[in-house]
C-alpha cells in the first residue's frame, strides 16, 4: 500500500514531535520531512514534494499563509493543510486565500488531523467542524454575499460544478466525473462565477459554506 507522504511545518519541536508520531501511527501514512519556519517548509515542499504539507500559521522568518501561498504556486500538487490555533475568521480566509485545502485547530488536532490530511490527500476540503461552525455563523450574517440568493438561475451542471470546485476538486477531475471536457467545465464554471458574482474560489468556498455544501466534510 501506497503510504500518504506528509510534510510537518511548525517552529515548535515538541509540537513537530507530537504530530510526528501521531502520523506514523497511521499504517497509511509516512512523515517525509519536517521544517521549523516558513522558508524551510517551502524548500521542502519543492524538493520532497510530498502529498499533504501540514502547516502551522504563526512561524518566523516566513508566515504560513505565505508559505502555503508559495507551495501552491510552484507545487501545486502538494495539498497543505493549516494547522492553526486562531479561530479568528481572519485567519482562516487569509489561509483560504493563500491556497490552504483545509484547516484544522490545534485544540482539536488528533483524529480531526488525521482525517483532515486524508480528505486533502484526495483532492477535497476539510474544515475543522469548529471553524466551519463560525464561518457559516459570520458569512450568513452579513450582506456581502448575499445579492447572490439560493442560486435558483444556476442550471443543475452549473450547480455541480461549483460545488465540486468548492469541495477542492480541479477541473480535469470534474470533467472525468460529469464525462464531458475540461473546456466544458471551465465555461459552466465562468458562467456559474458570472451569474453569482464570485471573484475566485475563495468566493465559491463562502458561497457553497452558505448553501450548506461542505456540512459533511
Same mark, same amino acid.
Given at each position: 500500500?501506497?503510504?500518504?507522504?506528509?510534510?510537518?511545518?511548525?517552529?515548535?519541536?515538541?509540537?513537530?514531535?507530537?504530530?510526528?508520531?501521531?502520523?506514523?501511527?497511521?499504517?497509511?501514512?509516512?512523515?517525509?520531512?519536517?521544517?521549523?519556519?516558513?522558508?524551510?517548509?517551502?524548500?521542502?515542499?519543492?524538493?520532497?514534494?510530498?502529498?499533504?504539507?501540514?502547516?502551522?500559521?504563526?512561524?518566523?522568518?516566513?508566515?504560513? &499563509? &505565505? &508559505?502555503?501561498?508559495?507551495?501552491?504556486?510552484?507545487?501545486?500538487?502538494?495539498?497543505?493543510?493549516?494547522?492553526?490555533?486562531?479561530?479568528?475568521?481572519?485567519?482562516?480566509?487569509?489561509?483560504?486565500?493563500?491556497?490552504?485545502?483545509?484547516?484544522?485547530?490545534?485544540?482539536?488536532?488528533?483524529?480531526?488531523?488525521?482525517? @483532515?490530511?486524508?480528505?486533502?490527500?484526495? @483532492?477535497?476540503?476539510?474544515?475543522?467542524?469548529?471553524?466551519?461552525?463560525?464561518?457559516?455563523?459570520?458569512?450568513?450574517?452579513?450582506?456581502?454575499?448575499?445579492?447572490?440568493?439560493?442560486?435558483?438561475?444556476?442550471?443543475?451542471?452549473?450547480?455541480?460544478?461549483?460545488?465540486?470546485?468548492?469541495?477542492?476538486?480541479?477541473?480535469?477531475?470534474?470533467?472525468?466525473?460529469?464525462?464531458?471536457?475540461?473546456?466544458?467545465?471551465?465555461?459552466?464554471? &465562468?458562467?456559474?462565477?458570472?451569474?453569482?458574482?464570485?471573484?475566485?474560489?475563495?468566493?465559491?468556498?463562502?458561497?457553497?459554506?452558505?448553501? @450548506?455544501?461542505?456540512?459533511?466534510?
Amino acid at each position: 500500500m501506497n503510504k500518504l507522504r506528509v510534510l510537518l511545518a511548525d517552529d515548535h519541536p515538541v509540537v513537530r514531535g507530537g504530530l510526528k508520531a501521531l502520523i506514523a501511527a497511521q499504517p497509511d501514512m509516512e512523515v517525509v520531512g519536517e521544517a521549523g519556519d516558513g522558508h524551510a517548509a517551502v524548500r521542502q515542499a519543492v524538493a520532497l514534494r510530498p502529498d499533504v504539507a501540514v502547516m502551522d500559521l504563526s512561524m518566523p522568518g516566513l508566515d504560513g &499563509a &505565505a &508559505a502555503t501561498a508559495q507551495i501552491v504556486r510552484i507545487a501545486p500538487k502538494v495539498k497543505v493543510l493549516a494547522l492553526t490555533a486562531h479561530q479568528d475568521q481572519g485567519y482562516l480566509q487569509l489561509l483560504l486565500k493563500a491556497g490552504a485545502a483545509g484547516y484544522v485547530l490545534k485544540q482539536t488536532a488528533g483524529e480531526d488531523l488525521i482525517r @483532515g490530511i486524508r480528505t486533502v490527500a484526495a @483532492g477535497q476540503t476539510y474544515l475543522d467542524p469548529a471553524v466551519a461552525g463560525q464561518l457559516v455563523s459570520a458569512l450568513t450574517s452579513r450582506p456581502k454575499l448575499g445579492t447572490v440568493g439560493t442560486g435558483a438561475d444556476l442550471s443543475d451542471r452549473e450547480g455541480q460544478v461549483l460545488r465540486f470546485l468548492a469541495q477542492g476538486y480541479a477541473l480535469k477531475q470534474i470533467a472525468a466525473i460529469l464525462d464531458v471536457s475540461a473546456r466544458t467545465v471551465e465555461t459552466y464554471r &465562468a458562467r456559474a462565477m458570472e451569474k453569482l458574482g464570485l471573484r475566485n474560489r475563495s468566493d465559491i468556498v463562502r458561497y457553497a459554506l452558505q448553501r @450548506g455544501w461542505l456540512s459533511d466534510v
